[in-house]
C-alpha cells in the first residue's frame, strides 16, 4: 500500500511543477507583471511620497518672490515750459555733463532764451541729471559727445596749423634779417667768392646761413694770409 500511494504521489508533484513553471513563463510574457515583479525586487514601488522637495504641497510651497516696488520718479526740477534740447558729456568718465535749457515761449509767440548748465552725476544734481536723459536719451547725448570731440579735434588741428604757418613766417622774417646783416659785414660784401655769397642769399634756415657765412669769412682769412705771405 505504502508503495502505491508513493507512485500515485509522483504525478501529481510533477504536475504541480509543470504548472508553476508554465504560470511562470506566462507571467515573464505580461510586461505589466515584470515591471511590478522588479520593482517589489528594488524596493521602490511604495507609492508616490507625500512630502518631497519636487512634489509641490502646501507645506513646502515656496512663497512667491515679491515684485521689486517700482521706485518713484525724481521730481523734474526745470521750469515749467523749459526743456533740454541739447547736452553733451565734459569729461572721460561721463560723470559730468553740459546741456542747453531752452525756456518756454514768450507770450506773444516770441523763443525762449536758452541757457547753458553744467551739472554732475552726484546727490546735488541728481533730478537734472535724471531728467536730461530721459527727455534726450543716452544714444542722443553719447552722440552729441562724439560730435563735440570731432569739433574739438579740428578746432585744435586748426589751430595747431595755424600756429605752424606763424612760426614758419616768423621764421622766415628771422632769417631775411640775418641775411641782410651778413652782407652788411664787410668781409662778405667785398669777397669775391660769389659761389658762398649766392649760398647766403639761398640760404633756407639759420644752420645754413651761418655756414655759409662762417665760409666766407674763413676763405677771407686764408687769402689774407696767402697775400701776407707773398
Do not use: C
Not at 515573464?28 to 514601488?45: C, G, P, S, W
Not at 585744435?156 to 596749423?161: D, L, M, V
Amino acid at each position: 500500500m505504502a508503495e502505491e500511494n508513493i507512485v500515485q504521489a509522483e504525478p501529481l508533484e510533477s504536475e504541480s511543477t509543470e504548472a508553476e513553471a508554465a504560470n511562470r513563463t506566462l507571467d515573464r510574457r505580461d510586461q505589466d507583471f515584470e515591471q511590478a515583479e522588479v520593482k517589489d525586487r528594488l524596493h521602490i514601488n511604495k507609492g508616490i511620497p507625500e512630502k518631497t522637495a519636487w512634489v509641490i504641497t502646501e507645506e513646502n510651497r515656496k512663497p512667491e518672490p515679491r515684485k521689486e516696488e517700482q521706485k518713484q520718479e525724481p521730481r523734474n526740477p526745470f521750469p515749467d515750459m523749459a526743456y533740454p534740447i541739447h547736452a553733451f558729456y565734459t569729461n572721460d568718465k561721463k560723470s559730468k555733463l553740459r546741456f542747453v535749457l531752452k525756456q518756454g515761449d514768450g507770450p506773444e509767440g516770441q523763443p525762449g532764451p536758452v541757457e547753458n548748465h553744467d551739472i554732475e552725476n552726484n546727490s546735488h544734481h541728481q533730478d537734472a541729471w535724471y531728467w536730461v536723459h530721459k527727455l534726450l536719451g543716452k544714444d542722443s547725448i553719447q552722440k552729441a559727445t562724439n560730435a563735440q570731440i570731432d569739433s574739438i579735434n579740428k578746432m585744435r588741428k586748426k589751430a595747431e596749423a595755424a600756429g605752424k604757418d606763424e612760426r614758419h613766417k616768423q621764421e622766415q622774417e628771422e632769417l631775411f634779417q640775418a641775411k641782410i646783416a651778413a652782407f652788411e659785414m664787410d668781409i662778405i660784401r667785398n669777397s669775391k667768392h660769389r659761389k658762398v655769397k649766392s649760398g647766403i642769399r639761398r640760404a633756407k634756415s639759420m644752420i645754413e646761413l651761418n655756414g655759409f657765412v662762417g665760409a666766407a669769412i674763413a676763405l677771407e682769412m686764408m687769402n689774407d694770409r696767402t697775400e701776407t705771405t707773398d
